[in-house]
């Protein structure tokens, strides 16, 4: 369990350090200068790009979650318990923030930033969206990303599904809600990687946090949930009423093979 916990602490720093990290350079730094499409292009491949590399080099000690709302998706699916689901949290969380000061760290030896102004790539609604939404509408838009996203991953890792191709199909679904979603708040999708540069950054982004922490998670529900429409539960997983269900089944057909014997 201490190399998976491991695992996912170093995938999230990763994951922020170069995803925020792109996002503080293109759109804060305005490195792309007026073109803010270039900005929001590069940004989603950062992101997707990065996931796609966490998937094949985290993915076989942990599963590669990085991300606490993929982690609760595996928990509802049945995948792994709640004692390493809250294991898996902690340490992203922690790997969102080591990751959020690493990157600051970087970037504050430029004369050039100003954490007010430049910021350290957080997310944010309102006045300080590309769009201004509001508080409902950034919650809106991460439910549904975070539904999409969250759906590809559990379709992706099934077990009968083909892990050589699973990296990149993750990574093409991040880089594809980025796209869409930083317009409106930036793009979360992901508790941890909100956390750390809002935690860094404080102010606004620090009051508007709940929504991508708790939008998230919301969004991991419906994704659980179509996921079982979808795909069989897995073994062993069950409602009291299915169980019994499956009991009566299996009496039925052990019924009938003694039938058949006699």
Excluded: C
């Amino acid at each position: 369990m201490g190399r998976k916990y491991a695992a996912e602490f170093l995938g999230t720093i990763l994951l922020v350090f170069f995803g925020a990290g792109v996002a503080t350079l293109v759109l804060g730094f305005q490195l792309f200068g007026s073109s803010l499409a270039a900005g929001i292009v590069a940004v989603a491949l950062a992101f997707g790009l990065i996931y796609a590399a966490l998937v094949y080099v985290v993915g076989p000690i942990s599963g590669g979650h990085v991300n606490p709302a993929v982690t609760f998706g595996a928990l509802l699916s049945g995948r792994i318990g709640i004692v390493e689901a809250v294991g898996y949290w902690l340490a992203q969380l922690a790997g969102g923030l080591v990751g959020a000061l690493l990157l600051f760290w970087v970037v504050r030896a430029s004369p050039y930033y100003s954490k007010s102004r430049i910021g350290l790539g957080a997310n944010e609604y309102g006045a300080s969206s590309i769009l201004h939404v509001g508080a409902g509408g950034a919650f809106l838009v991460e439910v549904i990303l975070t539904t999409a996203f969250v759906l590809v991953v559990l379709s992706l890792t099934r077990e009968d599904a083909s892990t050589a191709v699973s990296g990149m199909g993750i990574g093409v679904a991040l880089a594809l809600a980025n796209l869409i979603g930083i317009p409106f708040d930036g793009a979360s999708v992901n508790p941890a990687r909100s956390f750390g540069p809002a935690v860094v950054v404080g102010g606004a982004a620090l009051s508007q946090l709940w929504v991508f922490l708790l939008a998230p998670l919301v969004g991991a529900i419906f994704a659980a949930i179509v996921h079982f429409a979808v795909y069989p539960l897995p073994e062993g997983f069950a409602l009291p009423g299915l169980q019994r269900h499956r009991a009566v089944a299996g009496s039925d057909e052990l019924g009938d093979g003694s039938g058949h014997q006699s």
